[in-house]
């Protein structure tokens, strides 16, 4: 029972370099998110999917793309990595948009952008 | 819009005692969900608890309980009885229509647990 799970564990990266977290859910959830958080702010979300095919930015979508491949994935992609987005980012899904039941989380991504 | 405010960065408990987690919240919707995630040194993020804001009765989960006060726009949650594997960051949350229910997070409280 994978749940959410998030790929790379861990990655550094050199400023300007590009990269692309994995994330994909096996729960047959239709709604998918993406969250950063930082040391003294908590969870901020940066994207989310309600649906597949669709997509809309959360409160910090500045810097990141992301991609519903298809109901399973949703990727998030740095072009060009600033320090500022060093990170743990987390992925998550839900049944349903804000479903009330909460979100499942994937184990986290620890990126540093050096 | 939807806020929440932990007013506690750290808190601390000896074992076997019962600790108190404040959160407050605003939203200017009437249906509306809060919740409490754990998330231990492993980085995985466990949901605790869920109080539908609807309901009067505050959720309770085993040594985990809530005091929902939905005038003030309080959501504490209650460890009792402390344990060693409670240390965590505790995060409040809340998904409110206004929000399209998008989870939104307090900034956490740093749970310690002395033996």
């Known amino acids: 029972n994978a749940g959410v799970t998030q790929n790379p564990k861990f990655q550094v990266l050199k400023t300007g370099q590009s990269m692309t977290l994995q994330c994909a859910q096996d729960m047959n959830h239709n709604s998918m998110y993406w969250y950063r958080q930082d040391p003294g702010m908590g969870l901020r979300l940066i994207y989310y999917s309600a649906s597949e095919g669709t997509t809309d930015k959360g409160e910090v979508p500045n810097g990141y793309n992301v991609s519903r491949l298809n109901k399973r994935e949703f990727s998030l992609r740095l072009e060009s990595a600033a320090p500022s987005q060093t990170s743990v980012y987390f992925c998550?899904?839900?049944?349903?948009?804000?479903?009330?039941?909460?979100?499942?989380f994937g184990s986290g991504t620890r990126l540093t952008v050096v | 819009a939807q806020t929440v405010t932990q007013s506690q960065p750290e808190m601390s408990v000896q074992e076997a005692e019962t600790v108190t987690l404040s959160c407050t919240y605003d939203t200017s919707e009437s249906d509306y969900y809060l919740f409490w995630y754990k998330q231990p040194p492993s980085r995985q993020m466990i949901l605790v608890i869920r109080q539908e804001a609807y309901k009067q009765q505050n959720a309770t989960e085993n040594r985990f309980s809530v005091n929902f006060q939905k005038a003030a726009k309080s959501f504490s949650l209650k460890i009792s009885d402390s344990q060693l594997g409670d240390a965590a960051m505790y995060f409040c949350a809340v998904n409110s229509g206004g929000s399209n229910y998008k989870l939104t997070f307090g900034k956490g409280t740093l749970l310690t647990v002395n033996p």
């Open positions: 998550a899904s839900s049944e349903l948009e804000g479903h009330r039941g909460g979100y499942t």
